[in-house]
C-alpha cells in the first residue's frame, strides 16, 4: 500500500482505483484490482476475513547462516492483528495468468463475493516448524 502521506500520492477515497500484480521468476501470475467503494469499521467486514492470522510459509533455511539445503514449512504465530482504515470496494477482479512453474490456478476463486482495502498490521511472537521436507528423505 503506497504511503498515503506522499504529497505526490491520490489521496485514497470514494472511487480510487487501485490494482496489483503477483508475479514470480518473471511471469505475471495474478493481477488483481478494485474501487474504493465506502469507509467502514473492521467489524463490518466478512468475519472470515477477522479469523486469527497464521502466516504460512516455506522456508528454504529457518536457521540464520545455516548453509545446508534443508526446506520447512514454518507456521508463524500472531498477536495483535490491528487494521487501518477500511473500505469495501466494488468492481472487483482477478485476472489468474498460466505459468511453466507455478500452480497458483488452483487458488482462483469460484466468485468473489465481497472485496475489502485495509492495511493490516500484527505481531509475531514465535513460530512452529510444522514439516521438515528432508525428514522424509533421510
Same mark, same amino acid.
Given at each position: 500500500h503506497m504511503? *498515503?502521506?506522499? &504529497? =505526490? @500520492? &491520490?489521496? @485514497? +477515497? %470514494? +472511487? @480510487? %482505483? /487501485?490494482g496489483a500484480v503477483c508475479s514470480a521468476h518473471m511471469e505475471k501470475l495474478i493481477y488483481g484490482a478494485t474501487t474504493l467503494d465506502k469507509p467502514i469499521h473492521p467489524d463490518d467486514m466478512h468475519p472470515d476475513v477477522l479469523i486469527p492470522t497464521h502466516n504460512l510459509l /516455506? $522456508? &528454504? *533455511? /529457518? %536457521?540464520? +547462516? $545455516?548453509? +545446508? =539445503?534443508?526446506? =520447512?514449512k514454518v507456521i508463524h504465530n500472531v498477536i495483535d492483528t490491528w487494521y487501518g482504515d477500511c473500505w469495501e470496494c466494488t468492481d472487483t477482479k482477478l485476472d489468474f495468468f498460466d505459468s511453466v512453474a507455478e500452480e497458483h490456478q488452483l487458488l482462483k476463486p469460484v466468485e468473489i463475493t465481497a472485496s475489502y482495502f485495509t492495511p493490516l498490521g500484527f505481531t509475531i511472537y514465535g513460530h512452529e516448524v510444522d514439516y521438515d521436507f528432508n525428514e522424509e528423505s533421510k
Open positions: 504511503n *498515503d502521506l506522499n &504529497p =505526490h @500520492f &491520490p489521496q @485514497f +477515497g %470514494k +472511487g @480510487f %482505483k /487501485i /516455506i $522456508y &528454504p *533455511d /529457518i %536457521k540464520m +547462516g $545455516y548453509k +545446508g =539445503h534443508l526446506v =520447512h
